[in-house]
């Protein structure tokens, strides 16, 4: 399994960035991002289920992140508006799949975002 990830960058406050995330090697139940910055723990930015497209956002992005999915292609994408300074972090890409006795969960590489204020 190999979860490729693209975008990211620097930003302005205020500003804008896509990222995308495309799995292969298996199917997957949950894609979704999560970030670290230094010194902090990893955190849930955004999840999308692949079978009925639910997703979950961090209150800390609601309003402001967008998480989609393209299951034909295997591929999640965040698009992230109005970025503030407090975004700034490693975001990871998140893909779960169902095993036998629960789930698995397999991590992309991380992509730095930095915004500047």
């Known amino acids: 399994v190999q979860l490729v990830e693209s975008g990211g960058g620097l930003v302005q406050a205020g500003g804008s960035l896509g990222l995308s995330c495309a799995g292969s090697g298996s199917t997957f139940v949950l894609m979704g991002w999560y970030r670290q910055a230094p010194g902090k723990q990893r955190e849930l930015v955004a999840s999308?289920?692949?079978?009925?497209?639910?997703?979950n956002y961090a209150d800390s992005v609601k309003g402001r992140f967008t998480i989609s999915g393209d299951n034909a292609k295997n591929t999640v994408y965040l698009q992230m508006n109005s970025l503030k300074p407090e975004d700034t972090a490693v975001y990871y890409c998140n893909a779960r799949r169902k095993v036998i006795f629960g789930y698995y969960d397999y991590w992309g590489q991380g992509t730095q975002v930095t915004v500047s204020s």
């Open positions: 999308i289920t692949t079978g009925g497209g639910n997703t």
